[in-house]
């Protein structure tokens, strides 16, 4: 088997774990990663570019004789990153993991999901879609719905743009404050109203080479800053695979209603897709319903979804590109692994950077991701909120959990903060 150079782009817990399982991949000639962090750097070579600087990474990708592309964040793909390496004559025989611009449009635009998601039968909430010229509908769309209302900017919003509120009086408010007063910028100028779905999240990973797909472990991760799910919504402080209730009927449930005809789907629709579809789920009494799709991997659900994968990832991508995903079985390791995430203090909103970690190298038994971090004359310090996550096994979610809290207590910076409690639900 020829061995290939690989470039993952993205800078965070998600291409960290990318990074560790194409290192072990037998396909994996030379790694490189745009930007990468303080992490990634031993396993691979940091190239300092941005996600969205596609002439800079056309020139990384002709220098280093790139063969496969894995793209980590939705940025890139919304931007369209996979037409312009198709439409450009250098570039075009070399395979991009994550779909064109079109498929991405699936999480570039919460109204074009729900409006695919109706158009094949896929369990969703009921919704309506509003802009500042017709608010007033939008207003009157919220007086014929049922407290909590569910308020999710149309576009883009890192994650931070979905808004759950109690009193209508507030929603009305909140809905002008998205449309008038621009809350979430440009990503706020539709808003959909969605009906609140009561039950437990989780997230379901299928990777797709546009005809066949492989269902990869599902995963649970807990999005709220505060301990009992409170607080505001985060990039995500923790997760835990496989999801412990989960059952062979709900698992085939899932598979019957929302994954092969959101597969089948694609196709009816002319839509080409390659790589990872993400289906946020929610299970409510017996039964799935998707709140979104996302067109990549989840962070910090990838930090427990990949190391459970047996088989080897820079093989399992290389048959994704090539359309040979059929040929393909997937292997999974029965144990179950937890992630917690340490974040900067005051996040999401303002926190600090530029603080020493320290311990690291006391960490045992256990993976430690990191996002936003920086090597400087051989320290390491934080320059995000999101700053790493430890990931351990186990034989159940629990010995994992204990395993994680004992490691990630070896580790130090100033205003160091997560969860005590991920796991607390189930």
């Given at each position: 088997?020829?061995?290939?150079?690989?470039?993952?782009?993205?800078s965070?817990?998600?291409?960290?774990?990318?990074c560790?399982?194409?290192?072990?991949?037998?396909?994996?000639?030379?790694?490189?990663?745009?930007?990468?962090?303080?992490?990634?750097?031993?396993?691979?070579t940091?190239?300092?570019?941005?996600?969205?600087?596609?002439e800079?990474?056309?020139?990384?990708?002709?220098?280093?004789?790139?063969?496969?592309?894995?793209?980590?964040?939705?940025?890139?793909?919304?931007?369209?990153?996979?037409?312009?390496?198709?439409?450009?004559?250098?570039?075009?025989?070399?395979?991009?993991?994550?779909?064109?611009?079109?498929?991405?449009t699936?999480?570039?635009?919460?109204?074009?999901?729900?409006?695919?998601?109706?158009r094949?039968?896929?369990?969703?909430?009921?919704?309506?879609?509003?802009?500042?010229?017709?608010?007033?509908?939008?207003?009157a769309?919220?007086?014929?719905?049922?407290?909590p209302?569910?308020?999710?900017?149309?576009g883009?919003?890192?994650g931070?743009g979905?808004l759950?509120?109690?009193?209508?009086?507030?929603?009305?408010?909140?809905?002008?404050?998205?449309?008038?007063?621009?809350?979430?910028?440009?990503?706020?100028?539709?808003?959909?109203?969605?009906?609140?779905?009561?039950?437990?999240?989780?997230s379901?990973?299928?990777?797709?080479?546009?005809?066949?797909?492989?269902t990869?472990?599902?995963?649970?991760?807990?999005k709220?800053?505060?301990?009992?799910?409170?607080?505001?919504?985060?990039?995500?402080?923790?997760?835990?695979?496989?999801?412990?209730?989960?059952?062979?009927?709900?698992?085939?449930?899932?598979?019957?209603?929302?994954?092969?005809?959101?597969i089948?789907?694609?196709?009816?629709?002319?839509?080409?897709?390659?790589?990872?579809?993400?289906?946020g789920?929610?299970?409510?009494?017996?039964?799935?319903?998707?709140?979104?799709?996302?067109?990549?991997?989840?962070d910090?659900?990838?930090?427990?979804?990949?190391?459970?994968?047996?088989?080897?990832?820079?093989?399992?991508?290389?048959?994704?590109?090539?359309?040979?995903?059929?040929?393909?079985?997937?292997?999974?390791?029965?144990?179950?692994?937890?992630?917690?995430?340490?974040?900067?203090?005051?996040?999401?909103?303002?926190?600090?950077?530029?603080?020493?970690?320290?311990g690291?190298?006391?960490?045992?038994?256990?993976?430690?991701?990191?996002?936003?971090?920086?090597?400087?004359?051989k320290?390491?310090?934080?320059?995000?909120?999101?700053?790493?996550?430890?990931?351990?096994?186990?034989?159940?979610?629990?010995?994992?959990?204990?395993?994680?809290?004992?490691?990630i207590?070896?580790?130090?910076?100033?205003g160091?903060?997560?969860?005590?409690?991920?796991?607390?639900?189930?």
């Amino acid at each position: 088997m020829e061995k290939i150079n690989i470039l993952i782009l993205g800078s965070g817990g998600r291409e960290h774990t990318f990074c560790w399982k194409l290192a072990q991949s037998q396909l994996t000639n030379q790694l490189f990663i745009a930007p990468g962090n303080g992490g990634t750097k031993d396993l691979a070579t940091n190239i300092n570019i941005g996600v969205n600087d596609f002439e800079s990474i056309k020139k990384t990708v002709l220098e280093n004789q790139i063969k496969l592309v894995i793209v980590g964040p939705e940025d890139p793909l919304v931007n369209g990153l996979h037409d312009f390496f198709l439409s450009d004559q250098a570039l075009r025989a070399i395979p991009v993991i994550g779909p064109q611009k079109l498929g991405a449009t699936l999480e570039g635009s919460k109204e074009f999901a729900k409006a695919f998601m109706i158009r094949h039968d896929i369990p969703t909430a009921q919704y309506g879609s509003f802009t500042a010229e017709n608010i007033d509908k939008g207003y009157a769309f919220l007086d014929q719905m049922k407290s909590p209302y569910v308020l999710k900017a149309d576009g883009l919003a890192a994650g931070k743009g979905v808004l759950i509120i109690d009193d209508l009086k507030e929603a009305k408010t909140e809905l002008a404050n998205m449309l008038l007063n621009k809350k979430f910028g440009v990503a706020s100028s539709k808003v959909v109203i969605e009906e609140f779905l009561k039950g437990i999240e989780l997230s379901c990973f299928v990777l797709t080479d546009g005809k066949s797909y492989l269902t990869l472990p599902m995963a649970k991760d807990y999005k709220r800053i505060g301990e009992g799910d409170k607080g505001p919504n985060t990039g995500g402080m923790g997760a835990i695979s496989p999801v412990p209730f989960m059952d062979d009927k709900f698992n085939q449930k899932i598979h019957d209603r929302i994954v092969r005809p959101t597969i089948e789907g694609l196709h009816k629709d002319n839509i080409p897709y390659v790589g990872f579809v993400f289906i946020g789920l929610i299970k409510v009494g017996e039964e799935p319903y998707v709140i979104e799709y996302n067109v990549r991997m989840g962070d910090p659900e990838t930090q427990v979804v990949l190391p459970r994968v047996k088989n080897d990832l820079g093989e399992l991508l290389l048959a994704t590109a090539e359309g040979r995903l059929s040929q393909i079985e997937i292997e999974i390791d029965d144990r179950s692994y937890t992630t917690i995430v340490a974040v900067s203090g005051g996040y999401p909103e303002g926190y600090q950077k530029g603080k020493e970690i320290t311990g690291l190298e006391k960490v045992k038994g256990c993976n430690v991701f990191h996002a936003g971090t920086t090597v400087r004359e051989k320290k390491t310090f934080t320059i995000g909120g999101r700053v790493l996550a430890v990931t351990s096994y186990g034989e159940g979610h629990k010995s994992a959990l204990k395993q994680s809290y004992e490691q990630i207590q070896k580790i130090n910076f100033d205003g160091m903060y997560f969860r005590g409690d991920i796991g607390f639900d189930l």
